[in-house]
């Protein structure tokens, strides 16, 4: 059974630093392209960052240059370096997994995705 787990998360003052795990267990994650996602309070989920399984990138606007998103096979582990975090930024952080296609982008879509983590909760304040 696939399973994502999030860590990571926790309060940071503004222009700190985070760095989010998204570990998988139980299949290959060199099979998968991975996502991240956030959700604020009484806002929709949105994409944040994407990696293939080639290591194709893709990030969001709001956090390019900021966020950078990582992977390690070998350790069925993929990562989400965030700097320079802003208030903004506060959210609940998602990764998920969907197969790998050759050719296909790294996709900020939910509909790429079918399975999903628990959630890493980000706090940005002074």
């Known amino acids: 059974q696939l399973r994502l787990v999030e860590s990571g998360g926790g309060l940071v003052q503004p222009g700190g630093s985070l760095r989010l795990s998204c570990a998988a267990s139980?299949?290959?994650?060199?099979?998968?392209?991975i996502g991240w996602f956030r959700q604020a309070p009484g806002k929709e989920r949105e994409g944040v960052s994407a990696?293939?399984?080639?290591?194709?990138?893709n990030y969001a606007d709001s956090v390019k240059g900021r966020f950078t998103i990582s992977r390690d096979n070998a350790k069925k582990t993929v990562y989400l370096q965030m700097n320079s975090l802003k208030p903004e930024d506060t959210a609940v952080y998602y990764c998920?997994?969907?197969?790998?296609?050759?050719?296909?982008?790294?996709?900020?879509?939910?509909?790429?995705?079918?399975?999903w983590g628990q959630g890493t909760q980000v706090v940005v304040s002074s």
């Open positions: 998920a997994a969907g197969l790998s296609r050759i050719g296909d982008p790294a996709s900020l879509l939910e509909s790429k995705y079918r399975t």
């Open positions: 990696i293939t399984s080639g290591g194709s990138t």
């Open positions: 139980s299949f290959r994650l060199d099979y998968y392209d």
